[in-house]
């Protein structure tokens, strides 16, 4: 019998539970799709939602995305995801907070096993670090696997969007291909300076306009208002912001021949990797693009191999993006489509 728990992006996850903490205010959502291959990995972000119902589904649909996302990467981890509410935009959350967050990862006994994302950094992993030994991302010494992942998703991102654009767009070359880059923060901003040092023109944007103006300044490159950059006229477009931006009302708005970024959930829902197919826009499934990061705090975590081995790992990002569009162009389908039958079947679900 299926039961309808209300939300459509609960899929037969294995888990998910709700945390409070009235001492420190936490309240905290840790979502565990799959322990097929190991155990629920993916970061935890500090964010502010409209509602309770919002960050349960942006559980649900991270911790997917990262049971995917490790499946395609060959990682013998499942997929997992935390979410602590913020109580206003723009809080930064404060030491008890972690801790308790922390004792909440540890209560579930190394079924997940959390890192950094929004809102979080490698000194808040190390206060969280202090209440459960099931935590990544942490300072590493220098030729080791792990810390920050953001610089290591952005390599990943940078090597798939030079796949994308040979692909796409025939490109041989970055320079003078023109890229819209929405979202400069640490994944973002480390992309756009490789591709500038490339040569391709850039086009960037952010929430945050100033960070975007001082990046252009430094690059040479161009800052745009943050509602106008996904209907700009450029080669590619790469969302590096926040997920679900791609929907029935935005994806008539693009004007590029490729999508590819390293945002999260890209995809508001299934049939929008439809309609990018449909008009005949590339796209790289934002889930095999941006795995950077994950190889980089998994590898930490499981005590497999130094910085040498993540390299290595990245660099075959292009290798499965390329699989998948390969298998698109055979059958039809969409790319969304066909990399989430190749994720499913390596958990086991497909």
Known sequence: MTIDWGFPDFDDHEGVHLFTDRASGLRAIIAVHSTALGPAAGGVRFWHYAGSDAAITDALRLSRGMSYKNAMANLPMGGGKGVVLASQPGEVIGTAQLEAFGRAVESLQ????????VGMSEERMKVVATQTRHVSGLPVAAGSAGGDPGPVTARGVYLGVKAAARRGL????????????????????????????D??????ADVNAERAKALAAELGAEAVDADSILSLETDIFSPNALGAILTETSIPLLRAKV???????????????????DRGILYAPDYVINAGGIINVGLEYLGQGDRAEVDARVNRIPDRLIEVWDESARTGDPESEVADRLAQKLIGRG
Do not use: F, W
Request: aromatic share 2%; proline share 0%.
């Open 110 to 117: 190394g079924k997940y096993v959390t890192a950094e994302d």
């Open 170 to 197: 025939g490109a041989d070359s970055m320079a003078g291909v023109r890229v819209a880059i929405q979202g400069v923060g640490s994944v973002g901003g480390g992309l756009a300076r490789l591709l500038a040092a």
């Open 199 to 204: 040569g391709a023109k850039l086009v960037l």
């Open 259 to 277: 999508v590819a970024g390293g945002a999260n959930n890209q995809l508001a829902l299934r049939q929008d990797g439809h309609r990018l197919h």
